[in-house]
């Protein structure tokens, strides 16, 4: 009975490995290309969500578990109020929103968060974002689990900063190879993430069966310099992903990661003031107040 069980689970997955990878040869992303009119962001979702198949926009909206971080995280927002200045004679002509960080001019405070998989969304995926913050004169940031490559992204980019978000990998030579693929083509800070020892329990992504239909292109670039059999994204799930994660971070980290790329390190998962002063102590240039969007809690 026992081995009857056995079998039973082995070919359960089997049969899902094989869908997900032809799931993976199926997907097409849209190569859409023109001006669209956006009321709201909700309005902007919904339309998303009819053009999208199901599984990539369930990845790319959903949370974790009841999706009650989401839910608060967003609505938060209802909660911070603004005190308009009045009497202040000035025009708006001399508004100016420029600002540095990290020595960088920015020409708003806004930068955009890094961002997985982009490639679901739009065949172009990251490269049309971070020409969109260079268009707008702010900060792109790339995830190691990007579509595309940190030198597709500075290519695009121009003289534009960039930031590169790493997912630090329990193999260091992972690690080594990509802050040096960030080096050499110009990444003006690391976002070094803590935060995600494991993937969130996402409950549309069970429901639609979701594995990723295209590979991650950092890793696949490793991936075919070193033939170690890691996973790169195509026909797997994020608990796969994750899996090849370094999960026991420690202060050294932070000072490793400044050591082997000699770029500022900005630490991204701190929530807090505890963990705030480890990081600045540990050597941090910056750190990044997030719950991930809610996506792993």
């Not at 094989?18 to 009321?39: H, P, Q, V």
């Not at 990290?102 to 968060?113: E, N, R, S, Y």
């Not at 997985?116 to 172009?124: E, N, T, V």
């Amino acid at each position: 009975m026992k081995t009857n069980h056995l079998i039973r689970v082995v070919a359960s997955l089997a049969m899902l490995a094989t869908s997900g990878l032809a799931y993976a040869e199926e997907y097409k992303a849209s190569t859409d290309e023109k001006a669209i009119k956006m009321t709201n962001v909700a309005s902007l979702e919904a339309r998303v969500q009819a053009r999208m198949e199901k599984g990539a926009f369930g990845y790319i909206r959903g949370g974790a578990e009841d999706e009650n971080n989401l839910r608060s995280n967003t609505e938060s927002f209802d909660k911070k109020y603004i005190m308009p200045r009045v009497l202040q004679g000035i025009e708006l002509k001399e508004i100016d929103l420029s600002t540095q960080l990290l020595g960088i001019p920015l020409k708003t405070p806004i930068i955009q968060a890094p961002m997985a998989a982009q490639g679901l969304a739009h065949a172009s995926g990251e490269l049309a974002t971070a020409k969109g913050m260079a268009q707008v004169g702010s900060i792109f940031s790339l995830s190691t689990y990007g579509n595309k490559t940190i030198e597709e992204v500075a290519n695009v980019s121009g003289k534009n900063p960039f930031f590169f978000q790493l997912y630090m990998s329990k193999n260091n030579q992972f690690n080594e190879f990509i802050l040096a693929q960030a080096v050499k083509y110009g990444a003006k800070a690391i976002i070094l993430t803590v935060d995600s020892p494991v993937g969130g329990y996402r409950e549309e992504d069970i429901k639609n069966n979701f594995q990723f239909p295209l590979g991650f292109a950092n890793l696949e670039m490793f991936a075919r310099k070193n033939d170690d059999g890691s996973k790169t994204g195509k026909g797997a799930g994020i608990s796969e992903i994750y899996a090849q994660a370094k999960q026991a971070f420690t202060p050294e980290d932070i000072a490793y990661v400044h050591r082997i790329s000699g770029l500022p390190v900005i630490v991204k998962g701190i929530q807090s003031p505890e963990d705030a002063e480890i990081a600045i102590q540990a050597g941090a240039a910056g750190i990044w107040d997030s719950i991930q969007g809610g996506r792993l809690l």
